[in-house]
């Protein structure tokens, strides 16, 4: 079956401006995960969803930061005023129904914010 | 918080040899999961081989087995009979089982190269 998509697979922004990145999870999968990962690093973790709540946002960065996941399936990754910190690749996951269940990756979108 | 630690930030091999890569962590709790995914070019995470803390048997996975020493808080990956299509970045990962705590903590990774 289809894995993990996000889309877009690039997105170029200036400082300042509001972006939107897209994960679609594998069908059936209520657990779905966000990770940002830096140049030379590995991914850190930014939030975790479990069906439509968002039930450990420990890793958003500071308020500029949200997501969404209103139908329990997509989730959207929104960043406000984005600054050029910002730039990294960003991971959705998903998992069958979290705990043990192994996470299944996209491909990432990366972000570059000029 | 835990903690991960890679030390090899770039590892070779030659085709059809055996090559370990090096992982450890720091926790206080006594069981968790520890994972090493491997990342080609494309991106894309691809889980390789986990741990549960509690099982003193290795993990094996065809050419892919660990060496876990839990009190030493150590899990090593071997790759035997390394193909080309190894070649990738191999990051460690921990995650807690306490419940609400999904998250995974990863290393920052080995780039393995494969020599043919």
């Known amino acids: 079956g289809a894995g993990v998509s996000q889309t877009p697979s690039n997105k170029v922004t200036e400082k300042g401006k509001y972006v939107e990145l897209r994960c679609d999870p594998i069908s059936g999968h209520t657990a779905l995960y966000w990770y940002r990962q830096s140049l030379g690093q590995g991914p850190e973790f930014l939030i975790y969803f479990q069906g439509t709540g968002a039930a450990d946002d420990s890793g958003l960065p500071n308020d500029r930061f949200f997501a969404v996941r209103p139908e329990g399936s997509v989730s959207t990754l929104k960043i406000q005023r984005t600054e050029r910190g910002d730039s990294a690749v960003y991971l959705c996951?998903?998992?069958?129904?979290?705990?043990?269940?192994?996470?299944?990756f996209g491909p990432g979108t990366r972000l570059t914010v000029l | 918080a835990q903690t991960v630690t890679q030390s090899q930030p770039e590892m070779s091999v030659q085709e059809a040899e055996t090559v370990t890569l090096s992982c450890t962590y720091d926790?206080?709790?006594?069981?968790?999961?520890l994972f090493w995914y491997k990342q080609p070019p494309s991106r894309q995470m691809i889980l390789v081989i986990r741990?549960?803390?509690?099982?003193?048997q290795n993990a094996t996975e065809n050419r892919f087995s660990v060496n876990f020493q839990k009190a030493a808080k150590s899990f090593s990956l071997k790759i035997s009979d390394s193909q080309l299509g190894d070649a990738a970045m191999y990051f460690c990962a921990y995650r807690s089982p306490q419940g609400g705590s999904e998250k995974l903590v990863f290393g920052k990774g080995t780039k393995l190269t494969v020599n043919p």
């Open positions: 741990q549960e803390a509690y099982k003193q």
């Open positions: 926790t206080s709790e006594s069981d968790y999961y």
């Open positions: 996951a998903s998992s069958s129904s979290g705990g043990w269940d192994t996470q299944y």
